[in-house]
């Protein structure tokens, strides 16, 4: 994936964080950077056996194999994870990756859970992406980056303008 807009510190921070969320720490297999504000990225996560760790499921539910295929690159939700750490040092980053553009921190938060939804096996066999991973739950945790979409009228501050009072 591409990104812009952060630095090459910035990256090897949020990949710390995000490593720390899981519980299963993030390394780069490709680091290159354009310019100090656009880099080629991909992960990969340090074990097999924790959070994070993609599975190969197509083999499997076929019946080619005994047990699912792991590898150490990085999930879905590790990528979101990163990703989350990403928007939090700019909000106005972008990213270019092979399922989605983000351009900033509103697109990602409209668009990030069509992309755990995608179909990554076949028409036959469809496998949700969210599905190919060894991660306990679907969600990534995006509460840090929230309130980037108050002035949208999604969400406001409470407020004497906005809050209903009795006199009791």
């Not at 992406?129 to 509460?143: G, H, K, M, P, V």
């Amino acid at each position: 994936m591409i990104v812009s807009g952060v630095t090459r510190e910035d990256l090897l921070a949020a990949a710390d964080i995000a490593g720390g969320v899981l519980g299963n720490p993030l390394h780069f297999t490709l680091l290159d950077s354009y310019n100090p504000k656009r880099h080629v990225v991909r992960l990969q996560v340090a074990s097999l056996d924790l959070p994070g760790a993609r599975l190969h499921l197509h083999p499997y539910l076929l019946g080619r194999s005994q047990k699912p295929r792991r590898s150490r690159r990085a999930c879905g939700h590790a990528v979101g994870a990163f990703l989350v750490a990403v928007f939090e040092r700019n909000p106005n980053a972008r990213v270019q990756s092979t399922m989605c553009t983000f351009k900033g921190v509103k697109s990602f938060l409209a668009l990030y859970r069509t992309v755990l939804e995608r179909n990554v096996g076949s028409r036959m066999i469809p496998i949700r992406f969210a599905d190919s991973c060894q991660c306990f739950t679907d969600d990534i945790y995006t509460d840090t980056l929230e309130p980037y979409l108050w002035d949208q009228g999604h969400m406001e501050m409470p407020s004497a303008e906005n809050v209903e009072t009795t006199n009791a």
